[in-house]
């Protein structure tokens, strides 16, 4: 057994964090900042955060993950990162030359209260932004939230670039939240379908899904562009994809460039597919084309088909909240029962939502927003279930507890496909359900005694 | 497997140089120009190196932390010890498995390498102390798992805010009884690299645990494996041959390893040094204290393990050893030689860049040479001076600011315990025989005249070197894994091995052969271009009627 001394018994743990649904913010700022194109994120703190970083992006996008660090020693950690910061924007701007610095900070930096606000000043006082280029910071504090809401801090970083111009661009600014570049593209994809312009920010794919040509470029082609950034504030509206991830910048474009914004769940599963085509419909002024509704009937048509192989199975889930609130529903719809949800980001509307979607489902559910995996281990242990969704860490207690296991979410370190084929709007729901289908039915040839062990499935 | 070309780059290597310098601003420059060292002879000395300094902020550079060296590199790959992370969630999570250390508990042995634990530290923490939080997180570790040990790795902010996790572990320690409980102070600020955070690690290993367990240890031949991590099942493969041969190891740092054999290490009769830069200071402490000499080994490659076994034969000097280790040579080498004489068809001449680690960009030199391959260019993340020159710099070494906050601890011989392992007379036979003890050339005399050493290479460069010197294949870690590829140049990486591996040792050997043969001569790097790239002329002929 990989996870030999979990014990069944669950006893409550007020200072242990064992296997942790979470990791800290900076990692969330540093991916959304790769969605701006041209653009060098950047970590101010000691080395180690930035090379961790970089490292856990590039396992689960296998793509390189350009990003540079202040390289804090201790004269730094007791006197001040600025004299770091200001030599850093010099040397990057000489040396890579990005459009976009972005810079986040760490619990290194604001534990010793660093002032990026300030030391940009001081950088623009001093001549070290050349013409044309920008500097965005925003503030991730390790010991707060987590990599979610890093995310969203640096999102709204973005959304703060906006330049009203006072004439409005006809266009929808749609905010995807933390979601694979291959869904970034599905996104886009089933919006310019409906007829919509749009900007959607950030925006990896391009990014950290690109081609192998024998040209390494560390800039991509991919990226919202700072005039697109700019250009948010003139926009028709906002939609955005997650409460967690995106409400936030939503919510700035809305009450300070008077941008209107509708939050919604992520378009993951038929419903929130539907509320996400419904929403663009009403807002842009169009009229849902043939072929979107022919997704749709796809997936519908699939969940009929295979709904016996669904009914009353049950899952357990771990994963960040936008996601985990579009995939319980995902299931419910499906007559699945997702019974133990876990994810470490704090935040009791998680808990509330998820009781809401679940409240008709003949199981009891276990829902924990400041939750471990180590927990969700012990919650397996004492309820079984059919199938486990969560990143790659789950395998260990796939494996230990023979469970059907399906890889989704972050990060996935040891399985590829995630970054080309999306999971988000019909066509992604029909990927969800063939790669839990797969797993059910893989499960159901292996254990069946070969009397019953059947052709057709 | 596409057949091999000779192609022929011609580089100068004062030209490269130049180039890699050029886009710098000059205080950059000046300072990276002491860290690009053209190798050439100058009398009998070897050229001198900058290393182990600070890296400039805003230069993309390969290194991580001093944390990371610490929990991650050294205390990581030890099964038994429940290893609690006090600090923000990240640090623990980043550091959760993804070193491919492999251990072997047994069905029933206690490992908790597969576990991450976190005090998982909030805002609160910071404002008010984090002291409180840490004790109940080790109370509640030792009533989950009742381990024998319980490590507690500080992380930036706990320095800063100053939570005393030394007391706190001794009090813990106290209380529990069967438990040993001791920090490590390896806040990722500290020091200018990872390499900070080995010291502190063999500080820490060596005041808390070395030692510990007095108890006789059975067998013969007793070594303990300095510097060995069981990356990809290394460690694996290094034991097996010890087996084979009739060494017993006692300890290994720390691949494989248990509490108890770092506890033991003093019931050793020599010590042999793998990884130099991360490990010497316990050699170092073990020989003062207890009266262990060791010697630089290497088991990365199928001759470099030849000599080290011979080497560890010879230390001992008994024939039966000695005959012994012949025997295995002989019997596992024909194995190797055949793979060698098969992939050398396909390998031959070509070319190979590393920059990894403080001593594995010299350890697998070994290995490419095996192959027929050059190393045309090579330098260390994280290593020093002595890693590149031989300790004989050691000495005339200046302290720095960066290395003057990492404790020295002074080691004294044991009253009771010390122990020298050879008399006088015959450590004087084995040097006469010209056996060394507690030395390192380092990697520069290895390297061949003219080639290119370079310390703390950083994005930049290596996009540079690639262009400039179109190496067959470039081996870093897994932040430089891709950006290299999409040059079309294969990249191995050589801290975690991407998959694969053991490499090192005999059967080692033919992996890593059979590895490099597939990446250098893989049919992909032919695909870069599609057919209307490569000739984008339309012609009329083509053209449909």
Redesign the interface.
């Known amino acids: 057994m990989?996870?030999?001394?979990t014990?069944k018994e669950i006893?409550e743990?007020?200072?242990?964090?064992?296997?942790?649904a979470?990791?800290?913010q900076?990692?969330g700022a540093m991916y959304a900042a790769l969605g701006i194109h041209g653009c060098l994120p950047?970590s101010h703190?000691?080395?180690?955060?930035c090379?961790?970083?970089?490292?856990?992006l590039?396992?689960h996008y296998?793509?390189?993950?350009?990003?540079?660090?202040?390289?804090?020693?201790?004269?730094?950690?007791v006197f001040g990162g600025q004299a770091?910061?200001l030599?850093?924007?010099?040397?990057?701007f000489?040396?890579?030359d990005p459009d976009v610095i972005a810079i986040h900070t760490?619990?290194?930096s604001e534990?010793?209260g660093d002032d990026l606000k300030q030391i940009k000043k001081k950088a623009d006082a001093e001549g070290k932004i050349p013409k044309g280029k920008e500097i965005i910071s925003c503030s991730t504090?390790?010991?707060?939230g987590?990599h979610v809401t890093g995310f969203s801090s640096m999102v709204t970083s973005m959304a703060k670039m906006a330049e009203p111009t006072g004439k409005k661009n006809g266009k929808l600014n749609i905010i995807p939240g933390w979601v694979e570049p291959a869904d970034m593209e599905e996104i886009k994809r089933l919006v310019s379908l409906a007829g919509v312009k749009s900007i959607l920010f950030p925006d990896t794919s391009g990014v950290l899904n690109?081609p192998?040509?024998?040209?390494?470029?560390?800039f991509p082609d991919g990226g919202t562009t700072v005039k697109e950034l700019k250009s948010t504030g003139d926009s028709i509206g906002t939609l955005a994809l997650g409460e967690w991830c995106s409400g936030e910048a939503a919510r700035w474009l809305d009450s300070k460039m008077k941008v209107p914004c509708r939050v919604l769940d992520m378009p993951f599963g038929l419903s929130a597919t539907d509320r996400f085509i419904d929403a663009l419909r009403m807002i842009a002024g169009v009229s849902v084309p043939d072929e979107i509704a022919l997704e749709r009937g796809q997936l519908v048509d699939m969940i009929s088909d295979m709904h016996q192989y669904f009914y009353h199975k049950k899952v357990a889930l771990v994963g960040d909240p936008d996601q985990l609130i579009a995939m319980t529903e995902f299931l419910v719809s499906l007559d699945m029962c997702p019974i133990h949800i876990v994810t470490?980001t704090p935040g009791k509307k998680f808990e509330a939502r998820i009781k809401e979607i679940t409240k008709d489902m003949p199981f009891e559910v276990n829902v924990r927003a400041k939750g471990d995996m180590?927990l969700l281990h012990q919650w397996i242990k004492n309820e079984p279930v059919d199938l486990l969704i969560g990143n790659t860490?789950c395998k260990?207690i796939a494996r230990d507890e023979d469970i059907p296991f399906v890889r989704w979410g972050f990060p996935i370190?040891d399985r590829q496909g995630h970054q080309y084929f999306p999971t988000v709007g019909y066509k992604g729901g029909l990927r969800l359900l063939e790669k839990i289908l797969g797993v059910l039915l893989d499960r159901l040839d292996r254990d069946a005694p070969e009397q019953s062990f059947e052709l057709v499935l | 497997m596409a057949t091999t070309k000779k192609k022929l780059v011609q580089w100068d290597p004062a030209h490269v140089k130049a180039e890699l310098l050029a886009?710098?601003?000059s205080k950059?420059a000046r300072k990276r120009a002491k860290q690009i060292m053209i190798n050439e002879a100058q009398g009998n000395e070897t050229p001198e190196i900058s290393a182990n300094v600070?890296?400039?902020?805003?230069?993309?550079?390969?290194?991580?932390?001093?944390?990371?060296g610490c929990k991650g590199v050294i205390m990581g790959p030890t099964r038994d010890i429940v290893n609690?992370v006090h600090?923000?969630?990240?640090?623990?999570?980043?550091?959760?498995?993804?070193r491919r250390n492999q251990t072997d508990a047994g069905p029933?042995g206690?490992?908790?390498m597969?576990?991450?634990?976190?005090?998982?530290?909030?805002?609160s923490?910071?404002i008010f102390g984090g002291e409180k939080?840490?004790i109940?997180?080790i109370?509640?570790?030792y009533?989950?798992?009742h381990p024998r040990s319980i490590a507690i790795f500080a992380?930036?902010?706990v320095?800063?805010?100053g939570d005393d996790i030394h007391t706190v572990a001794k009090r813990m320690k106290e209380k529990f009884g069967d438990c040993n409980v001791y920090a490590f102070s390896c806040e990722?600020?500290?020091?200018?690299?990872q390499s900070a955070g080995h010291h502190i690690a063999n500080n820490q290993v060596f005041k808390h645990i070395v030692g510990e367990n007095d108890a006789e240890k059975p067998g013969k031949y007793k070594i303990n494996l300095l510097g060995e991590y069981n990356i990809g099942g290394d460690g694996f493969e290094i034991d097996r041959i010890f087996k084979k041969c009739g060494i017993t190891c006692i300890s290994t740092f720390s691949g494989n390893s248990t509490y108890d054999q770092f506890a033991s290490a003093h019931k050793a009769d020599l010590n042999a040094v793998m990884c130099h830069r991360s490990i010497n200071y316990v050699a170092d402490m073990l020989e003062t204290k207890f009266g262990i000499p060791w010697i630089k080994v290497n088991f990365i490659g199928a001759d470099a393990t030849a000599k080290s076994l011979r080497k560890i034969a010879e230390y001992f000097g008994d024939k039966e050893l000695i005959d012994q280790v012949e025997a295995v040579i002989a019997e596992e080498m024909p194995e190797v030689l055949a793979a060698r004489t098969d992939v050398r068809t396909r390998t031959e001449g070509k070319t190979a860049m590393m920059f990894v680690g403080g001593s594995r960009a010299h350890h697998y030199k070994e290995l490419f040479n095996e192959m027929g391959m050059k190393t045309i260019s090579a330098g260390y993340e994280f290593g020093h001076r002595d890693d590149y020159e031989g300790r004989q710099v050691i000495p005339t070494l200046e302290v720095d600011?960066?290395s003057r906050?990492i404790e020295e601890i002074h080691v004294e011989a044991d009253e009771t315990r010390y122990q020298a392992r050879k008399t006088p007379a015959e450590f004087e036979a084995l040097e006469k025989a010209g056996y060394t003890f507690k030395q390192y050339d380092g990697l520069v005399p290895d390297m061949d005249q003219g080639t290119i050493i370079i310390d703390d290479l950083n994005?930049?460069e290596a996009?540079k070197l690639v262009e400039l010197m179109k190496p067959d294949i470039f081996c870093a870690?897994?932040?430089e894994?891709?950006?290299?590829?999409?040059?079309?140049v294969p990249m191995k990486q050589l801290h975690s091995y991407d998959s694969g591996g053991p490499y090192a040792g005999f059967k080692g050997a033919v992996n890593f052969y059979q590895e490099i043969d597939r990446l250098v001569n893989s049919r992909?790097w032919s695909?870069?271009?599609a057919p209307w790239q490569k000739n984008p002329e339309l012609s009329a002929s083509y053209v449909w009627e």
């Open positions: 990989l996870l030999r001394h014990p006893t743990r007020s200072a242990l964090a064992i296997n942790p979470k990791t800290c900076p990692i950047h703190g000691s080395q180690g955060c090379a961790y970083h970089r490292s856990a590039t396992r296998k793509e390189p993950v350009a990003a540079s660090t202040s390289s804090f020693t201790e004269g730094a950690s770091n910061m030599q850093a924007i010099d040397n990057i000489a040396v890579y760490t619990c290194l534990t010793i504090p390790s010991y707060v987590s690109g192998l040509s024998g040209e390494y470029k560390m470490g180590f860490y260990y370190l | 886009k710098y601003p950059v600070r890296t400039t902020p805003g230069i993309i550079t390969m290194r991580g932390c001093t944390y990371a609690l600090g923000p969630i990240g640090c623990s999570f980043y550091a959760w498995l993804t029933d206690e490992n908790y597969n576990y991450c634990f976190s005090t998982d530290m909030q805002d923490d910071i939080k840490l109940q997180a109370q509640e570790a009533d989950l798992f992380t930036c902010p320095g800063l805010i990722g600020y500290k020091g200018v690299s600011a960066d906050n994005q930049y996009e870690g897994v932040k894994k891709y950006s290299i590829q999409k040059l079309g992909v695909y870069m271009q």
